[in-house]
T-cell receptor
Framework: NAGVTQTPKFRILKIGQSMTLQCTQD?????MYWYRQDPGMGLKLIYY???????DKGEVPNGYNVSRSTTEDFPLRLELAAPSQTSVYFC?????????????FGPGTRLLVL | AQSVTQLGSHVSVSEGALVLLRCNYS??????LFWYVQYPNQGLQLLLK??????LVKGINGFEAEFKKSETSFHLTKPSAHMSDAAEYFC?????????????FGKGMKLTVNP
């Protein structure tokens, strides 16, 4: 049972380039989330999904897109990378959407935009 | 709406000393409170959570936290620090009736344990 996996671990992008951050979970969780973590700022929710084909914006969605074609996968797309998108990105999943539910996190993708 | 305050960004203790990490919350509805830990170069994992049952919550690795409604606090403690406790700790809050996507994280507290 691998839990939540993310690829790549680290990436350097040039301004204006695009990339997809991959996230896969093997726990059959319907609910999945993308966060970004900036130093001293905690985690901010970018997008979330309540099941295959259903996604919604979080607190900081600008500059990102997501899709959810399967229960397992929840990729995050950056279309035109900007320096402000330099961050550590975490994918998470949970078995339910209740407010008391535990979220299970992947190891993160460190992105540097130059 | 919910919010979390973790004052300061870094705390340093000696091995064997008491660990106390403070968390104060604001919530317009009964809160659920979480402590997550992030070890270097890893994702976050749950230490413990308060879900309106017992106010004293015990978690993994000897950590515990007490929910105090009158003080709007959920401080994390461990009687004796170990070198392996060095990590960043995040307090988080969500509200009864809301969804998991409403989880709000504090800014985090980096714990250093000195030999």
């Amino acid at each position: 049972n691998a839990g939540v996996t993310q690829t790549p671990k680290f990436r350097i992008l040039k301004i204006g380039q695009s990339m997809t951050l991959q996230c896969t979970q093997d726990m059959n969780h319907n609910y999945m989330y993308w966060y970004r973590q900036d130093p001293g700022m905690g985690l901010k929710l970018i997008y979330y999904s309540v099941g295959a084909g259903i996604t919604d914006k979080g607190e900081v969605p600008n500059g990102y897109n997501v899709s959810r074609s399967t229960t397992e996968d929840f990729p995050l797309r950056l279309e035109l990378a900007a320096p402000s998108q330099t961050s550590v990105y975490f994918c998470a999943s949970s078995p339910s959407r209740t407010a008391q539910e535990t979220q299970y996190f992947g190891p993160g993708t460190r992105l540097l935009v130059l | 709406a919910q919010s979390v305050t973790q004052l300061g960004s870094h705390v340093s203790v000696s091995e064997g000393a008491l660990v106390l990490l403070r968390c104060n919350y604001s919530s317009s509805v009964p809160p659920y409170l979480f402590w997550y830990v992030q070890y270097p170069n890893q994702g976050l994992q749950l230490l413990l959570k308060y879900t309106s049952a017992a106010t004293l919550v015990k978690g993994i690795n000897g950590f515990e936290a007490e929910f105090k409604k009158s003080e709007t606090s959920f401080h994390l403690t461990k009687p004796s620090a170990h070198m392996s406790d060095a990590a960043e700790y995040f307090c988080a809050v969500s509200g009864e009736g809301g969804g998991s996507e409403k989880l709000v994280f504090g800014k985090g507290m980096k714990l250093t344990v000195n030999p």
